[in-house]
Structure formats: structure tokens, C-alpha cells
């Protein structure tokens, strides 16, 4: 996800020498430094003279790292993308520091496409709000939220929402495949109406379940493909899926801050 961000960053003109990418490993210092131009160490002293912080790391590893870089850390944002550590427990480990932006970015960041919800504890300004969001934005939309437990349902529809929709993919080009269809053509057909209908829906000024409904001739085959979905309860499947998946979030939330 960092690679992602600093991918984003390059392709909307930032200036790339104002990044500074603390890497341990000397290959991929490397690697950033000559794809993206970023100056890469493993120098924890430089966060001292940095606006910005981000904290791009496994959440099992974000209590060492900021116990790291709490001596270095004046009046800079910190910005958060590690999945399930909650602000007051990042604030506590790092001294009760006050200037923390926490979010949860998704997988189709890697393009440019995806989206990032966000919350700001009370200490962050105006411009700093600003600066972080100009940075997610690089990655795709971003949606700042009110209420940092609505993470946890963020974290279950658009952190995991990537993996339910390649499942279906999966799905749909398997049946291609039973029906007839070669790989390529399955691959093809499936990928591109996942796109194309998604494309419709962003664009479109009706709700999705107009859409469906305008598709959906009485009588015809898009009506008996639905009529099997819905005894075959998926609408329903999808619900609980979500609802394990934001249940799992607050139960891994609890843990990491328990271990701290």
C-alpha cells in the first residue's frame, strides 16, 4: 500500500524529493529510490523534519514502530493505513500524541482506483485534513467519516469488498466455462461486464436497483439467472459475509489493543 500511495503521488506530479521512505531492506530501498526517485534510508531521525507521517506497516509491527519515532514526533500529522488499530491506542503509543489521521484504504489503490475512508481526532487542523486528504486522494476517492466504529463497516464492505467481487468473478467465469466458452473468452466477457456494469452504475443517475430492474425483461433469462440467485438465498449470503467481516475488525481492534 505504500508503494501504492507513492505510484499515486508520482502520477499526480508531486514532487517526488519530498518523500522520504524509511525501509529497512536494503534491495527495496533501492528499488524506490531509482522506479520512483524518493529518497529511501533507514534513518528513523528523519521524520524530525517531516510535515507527514505515514505509517505504512502490519499492524502487529505499529506498537514497536511508534515506539520508534514518539521522540521525534513535534507537531507533525501522523496518518495511519494500518487495519485495526484504533486511535486511542495509537495515540497512547505514542505518548499521548493528539495529531493522528487513521484510515483504511483497499486493494484497487494499486491503480488509482480505489477508496480510502478517513477519521481525524479532534487535535488535527484544517490544513492538515487537507494534506491528508490530497494524498489519499492520489490512490482514489476519499470519504471522511464522523464516527471512527464505522471503520469496522468500512473495513468490511471496501477493505474486503475487492475479494467478495473476484470471488464472483470467479464464479461467473467458471459458469462461462461449463457453458462452453474457452479461457480466454470467459476471462474476457466476465472481467469486462464487472467493469462496464460498474462503470454504468457510478455514472448513472438511478439507484443500482433500477438498473437491475431495467435489465431484467419479465419472462426472460436475466429474470430466471436472478430467480436462482435469490432461492439459492445469495443476497442474504452477501449480508452475513459483510457482517462476519466488520464483526472480525472489531474483535482483531480489541486484540491489537489489548496488546498494547
Not at 499515486?8 to 521512505?21: A, D, T
Not at 484510515?103 to 489503490?109: E, F, G, K, L, V
Not at 476471462?187 to 455514472?203: D, E, I, N, P, V
Request: hydrophobic fraction near 45%; aromatic fraction near 4%; include cysteine.
Amino acid at each position: 500500500m505504500a508503494e501504492a500511495l507513492i505510484s499515486g503521488l508520482q502520477k499526480h506530479h508531486f514532487n517526488m524529493r519530498h518523500i522520504h521512505v524509511i525501509e529497512l531492506d536494503t534491495n527495496k530501498r533501492e528499488q524506490l529510490h531509482s522506479t520512483y526517485g524518493v529518497e529511501a534510508n533507514e534513518s528513523i531521525g528523519d521524520i524530525a523534519k517531516s510535515d507527514i507521517v505515514i505509517l505504512a506497516v502490519k499492524p502487529q509491527q505499529l506498537k514497536t514502530v511508534t515506539a520508534s519515532i514518539a521522540p521525534y514526533l513535534k507537531q507533525q500529522c501522523i496518518i495511519s493505513i494500518a487495519a485495526g488499530v484504533r486511535l486511542a491506542d495509537l495515540s497512547r503509543w505514542l505518548n499521548d500524541y493528539l495529531t493522528i489521521v487513521r484510515c483504511m484504504p483497499n486493494t484497487p489503490a494499486q491503480i488509482q482506483a480505489g477508496v480510502t475512508a478517513l477519521i481525524a481526532m479532534p487535535s488535527v487542523t484544517k490544513t492538515q485534513i487537507e494534506q491528508a486528504d490530497t494524498i489519499l486522494s492520489a490512490v482514489g476517492k476519499t470519504l471522511w467519516l464522523d464516527n471512527e466504529a464505522k471503520l469496522d463497516a468500512v473495513t468490511a464492505i471496501s477493505g474486503s469488498g475487492p475479494a467478495y467481487v473476484f470471488y464472483f468473478i470467479e464464479a461467473l467465469q467458471l459458469a462461462a466455462l461449463e457453458l462452453g466458452l474457452n479461457e480466454n473468452e470467459s476471462r474476457l466477457l466476465s472481467l469486462q461486464t464487472f467493469a462496464g456494469a460498474s462503470a454504468l452504475a457510478s455514472q448513472s443517475t438511478v439507484d443500482v436497483a433500477t438498473l437491475r430492474a431495467q435489465v431484467t425483461s419479465k419472462g426472460g433469462t436475466t429474470e430466471q439467472g436472478l430467480l436462482s440467485l435469490q432461492n439459492a438465498q445469495v443476497k442474504s449470503a452477501i449480508l452475513e459475509a459483510a457482517k462476519a467481516a466488520a464483526a472480525k475488525s472489531v474483535e482483531l481492534g480489541n486484540l491489537l489493543s489489548q496488546s498494547g
